[in-house]
């Protein structure tokens, strides 16, 4: 049987995390939970060198070979991303308040009654998100299914410590300079509709 090269993943400390000393530097801190082949965490990095980035990926073949590639980049003291189920990292995660943005890019590609509890946008985890997310804190939801991006809607506007960015929370574009994540790239590739909602943290 040939070695797994993804046996040792990176990954968060098992008890608490401190987020604002994982990274080194003082920028921004952002989440992107699910960031897959990396395309979006990638170019943020490198589109905004202060900021400080976060990636929660629960496939570890995509956690290594993006966080190798961020190392590889120079960037890796700053942007890392984390084999983890962000289900359960995210409780892990301190202080409250610490997070600048969360981004949780076309999310849950899981259609079965059976696969329901794989998905990530829920109460619990917009829950965690609000709590590290700092007052006016920005949570940025993309989805390319119409019917995700209603519920989605549905379910973070019921949120009381979330507010519409805007007049509602739908945005007709990504507020967030050139980075795209690889589902974005092929839906504007292809010409398909993306939904994206914009929130903002409630003042505590
Ligand atoms: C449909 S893909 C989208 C990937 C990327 N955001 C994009 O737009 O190209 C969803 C990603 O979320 C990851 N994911 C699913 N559940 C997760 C969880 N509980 N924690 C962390 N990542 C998760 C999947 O492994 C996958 O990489």
């Known amino acids: ?22 990274l080194k530097g003082a ?14 965490i990638l170019e943020r990095a490198a589109e905004c060198p202060e900021h400080r980035l976060v990636g929660l990926e629960i ?17 890796g003291e700053r942007a890392r991303v984390f084999a983890e189920d962000a289900r359960l990292a995210l ?5 409250d308040g ?3 943005r969360a981004f949780i890019l076309f999310p849950d590609p899981w259609w079965k009654k059976k696969h329901q509890k794989r998905l990530v946008v829920v109460d619990p985890v917009i829950e965690e998100v609000g709590r590290l997310l700092r007052d006016d804190g920005e949570l940025f939801v993309v989805t ?9 809607e549905e ?3 019921a949120a009381p410590f979330l507010a519409p960015a805007g007049d ?11 980075a795209r994540t690889n589902r974005e790239k092929h839906a504007e590739r292809d010409g398909l509709p993306v939904y994206r909602l914009l929130y903002r943290r409630r003042p505590r």
Do not use: W
């Not at 496939?59 to 960037?75: N, T």
């Open 59 to 75: 496939r570890r073949k995509y956690a290594c070979l993006v966080d190798a590639k961020l190392i590889e980049l120079g960037m």
């Open 1 to 22: 049987m040939p070695d797994d090269p993804y046996a040792n993943p990176p990954r968060l400390p098992e008890d608490e995390v401190d987020l604002p000393t994982l």
């Open 155 to 157: 379910r973070l506007s």
């Open 98 to 100: 610490c997070l600048d």
């Open 144 to 152: 390319d299914v119409p019917e995700r991006a209603d519920q989605y």
């Open 91 to 95: 409780p892990r995660m301190r202080p």
């Open 27 to 40: 920028g921004p801190l952002e989440l992107e939970i699910g960031p897959g082949r990396g395309a979006f």
């Open 168 to 178: 509602g929370p739908r945005i007709d574009h990504n507020p967030y300079g050139t």
